[in-house]
Nanobody, 116 residues
């Protein structure tokens, strides 16, 4: 499985950014895709996941501000991030998890920087 992420970059506080991640290769029958993030000196944390049935799971920092969506036909997920804060600055990692055995794959990460 390969993951190709795009989006991210630099934005001012209060602004918006979008991320997308496309999976290719041998995709599992039941899976969840989404994003984690890691800021310098901090542990990796959940941003949002969505499974191929449409069920979503948001980490606390994302609730109310971020929206994850998916296109099952393209095995692609999208993350719309609104009302960004400087503390959202991190490397965002796309992941896909096999819900049958919880194995997972990770993308290379994309930088999101929110200036104050």
């Amino acid at each position: 499985v390969q993951l190709q992420a795009s989006g991210g970059g630099l934005v001012q506080a209060g602004g918006s950014l979008g991320l997308s991640c496309a999976a290719s290769g041998s995709i599992f029958k039941l899976y969840a895709m989404g994003w984690y993030r890691q800021a310098p000196g901090k542990q990796r944390e959940l941003v949002a996941l969505i499974n191929n049935g449409g069920t979503t799971n948001y980490g606390d920092p994302a609730k109310g501000r971020f929206t994850i969506s998916r296109d099952n036909a393209k095995t692609t997920v999208y993350l719309q991030m609104n009302s960004l804060k400087p503390e959202d600055t991190a490397v965002y990692y796309c992941t896909i998890k096999n819900l049958a055995d919880w194995s997972d794959y990770w993308g290379q990460g994309t930088q999101v920087t929110v200036s104050s």
